[in-house]
């Protein structure tokens, strides 16, 4: 069974920045691909990055330019450096596994669930 960790989410003012990590449990942990996804109060669970095993990565327009999706595959673990931050990017963080190597913007493709960070954006 896989466990995901996140941490490093909080209260930062509007501008300011967070690193948002995820810790995996298992051993394959490199041959899969990773993203982030957010869900904010009364919406939609929305996608935000993902990066393949061999470290392609996509974003979101919503925050490209912005957020920066990274792994460390000796350490088990994504992050998510999110700079230039906005009150509209407020939600819970959910880091997540994908079914295989290939990263994918749609929730589906991915089986396995952290329990989520809280990201609060101050204006």
């Known amino acids: 069974q896989v466990q995901l960790v996140e941490s490093g989410g909080g209260l930062v003012q509007a501008g300011g920045s967070l690193r948002l990590s995820c810790a995996a449990s298992?051993?394959?942990?490199?041959?899969?691909?990773m993203g982030w996804f957010r869900q904010a109060p009364g919406a939609q669970r929305e996608y935000v990055a993902a990066?393949?095993?061999?470290?392609?990565?996509l974003y979101a327009d919503s925050v490209k330019g912005r957020f920066t999706i990274s792994r460390d595959n000796a350490e088990n673990t994504v992050y998510l450096q999110m700079n230039s931050l906005k009150p509209e990017d407020t939600a819970v963080y959910y880091c997540?596994?994908?079914?295989?190597?290939?990263?994918?913007?749609?929730?589906?493709?991915?089986?396995?669930w952290g329990q989520g960070t809280q990201v609060t954006v101050s204006s």
């Open positions: 298992g051993r394959t942990f490199y041959s899969y691909a």
């Open positions: 997540a596994r994908a079914l295989g190597g290939g990263y994918s913007n749609d929730p589906s493709q991915y089986n396995y």
């Open positions: 990066i393949s095993w061999s470290h392609f990565t």
